[in-house]
Each structure stands twice: as C-alpha cells, then as structure tokens.
Nanobody
Framework: QVQLVESGGGLVQAGGSLRLSCAAS????????MAWFRQAPGKEREVVAA????????YVADSVKGRFTCSRDDAKNTVTLQMNSLNVEDTAVYYC??????????????????WGQGTQVTVSS
C-alpha cells in the first residue's frame, strides 16, 4: 500500500508557473505507475499527465501539451508536475494517483488504486 501527499498548489496569475510534487510512502515506489488528474468545479476528473514505472514513457493531455511536464525521482519517492504558461482553464484541484504493477502508462481513473487528497491550483486572469 502507498500513501500519497501532494504539495505545491496555490494562487498564480495567468502566464505563471507552479510545480506540484507528490510524495509517496513506502519502499516500492518504482513498482507504481503514476499520474496526475485534475477536477474543476462542475466538471469530471480528467487525466493531465502520466508516467510509467520506469519513467521511460510519459503522457500529457492535449490541453496541457507543451506547457506541463511530468517526471519522477524514485530515489526521493516523488513525482512532479511542472506547469508553465498557466491559464484560467487550468484552475482545478490536482490529484496524484498511483497504480501498482501493469505496463506502460494509464490515463483512466479506474486504473489507479491510490489517490492523494488533492491540492488546489487557482489561476487568476
């Protein structure tokens, strides 16, 4: 079992940047594929980025492509979402998720076994 804690959210002006981190407990972090999801008010939760267990494969949603990047540091048990050129539409609660085992990346919520509590990102115009 793994516990996930997100940090780095906050209020930023449009065009600015934020760096979200997700710290995972346990000693088998490398066994988990990771992902970031977000949920805006009144909308469904959607995948933002995902990264495979090895880190060799990544995915970013079309809506954030070229602006967001996802990386992992297994030595520190962390996964990071670097968010640049933020706009108002990026305002949401961002969640870190972990999937034990499997291959490659996952972009569906149903694939992930563990979730963080979420961190709020608010982008002002």
């Amino acid at each position: 079992q793994v516990q996930l804690v997100e940090s780095g959210g906050g209020l930023v002006q449009a065009g600015g940047s934020l760096r979200l981190s997700c710290a995972a407990s346990g000693r088998t972090f490398s066994a988990y594929a990771m992902a970031w999801f977000r949920q805006a008010p009144g909308k469904e939760r959607e995948v933002v980025a995902a990264i495979s267990r090895s880190g060799s494969t990544t995915y970013v949603a079309d809506s954030v492509k070229g602006r967001f990047t996802c990386s992992r540091d297994d030595a520190k048990n962390t996964v990071t979402l670097q968010m640049n050129s933020l706009n108002v539409e990026d305002t949401a609660v961002y969640y870190c998720a972990a999937r034990r085992g499997g291959y490659g990346i996952g972009i569906s919520m149903s694939e992930y076994n563990y979730w963080g509590q979420g961190t709020q990102v608010t982008v002002s115009s």
